[in-house]
């Protein structure tokens, strides 16, 4: 599978821990996006690269939440001491000089405790 | 700010009836619209978008900049199109950074 993939698929954690996701995009793909969707709600803008650099970040991005995409390849996005409303799916997508289609990966499901 | 509003939760429809999925949005500039499907247990991905003009497994939809509007249409509903929809507005220059609305169920039934 040449798709965008995510790990772990799934996170279980208790208050207060750190988490940490990985995702990999398709190879020739320049653009890197993190969104974040809550049950009943539509996928929500995180922040996103362009090869390595981090060119927006959403308000929702709390300074407990860093990512980072050090060669322009896989990319993480950490959460420091998780709180109960960090619970989602984190979405990664990533897509091609300006074509404007994202492709999707299956998403990390974080439940925090 | 921009907005993105799909009023139906979920949509119920026998198999070879018409199905129109409602989207409308808020943008003061020239947006660029997509709809996104996701199938059971498989990934989002995109289904159509409002500059290619295509029709996409039956599907269109048409951009309205006076009513605001992106609904999606099929005259002919199949139990495969059964899927949660997800409309998505990006603005200019903001390429893959989108406003998603709620999405819309939708279910075909035999």
């Known amino acids: 599978d040449t798709g965008v993939s995510q790990n772990p698929r799934h996170k279980i954690t208790k208050r207060g821990q750190n988490v940490t996701f990985r995702c990999d995009p398709i190879s020739e793909h320049n653009r890197l996006y993190w969104y974040r969707q809550t049950l009943g709600q539509g996928p929500e803008f995180l922040t996103y690269f362009q090869n390595e650099a981090q060119l927006e970040k959403s308000r929702l991005l709390s300074d407990r939440f860093s990512a980072e995409r050090p060669k322009g390849s896989f990319s993480t996005l950490e959460i420091q001491r998780t709180e109960q409303g960090d619970s989602a799916m984190y979405l990664c997508a990533s897509m091609g000089e300006n074509t404007g289609e994202l492709f999707f990966g299956e998403g990390s499901r974080l439940t925090v405790l | 700010a921009q907005r993105v509003t799909q009023p139906e939760k979920l949509l119920s429809v026998f198999k070879g009836a018409p199905v129109e999925l409602k989207c409308n949005y808020s943008y003061s500039g020239s947006p660029e619209l997509f709809w996104y499907v996701q199938y059971s247990r498989q990934r989002l991905q995109l289904l159509l978008r409002h500059i290619s003009r295509e029709s996409i497994k039956g599907f269109t939809a048409d951009l309205n900049k006076g009513e605001t509007s992106f609904h999606l249409k099929k005259p002919f509903a199949q139990e495969e199109d059964s899927a949660m929809y997800y409309c998505?507005?990006?603005?200019?220059?903001?390429?893959?950074?989108?406003?998603f609305g709620a999405g819309t169920q939708v279910v075909v039934t035999p």
């Open positions: 998505a507005l990006q603005t200019t220059d903001s390429w893959g950074k989108l406003q």
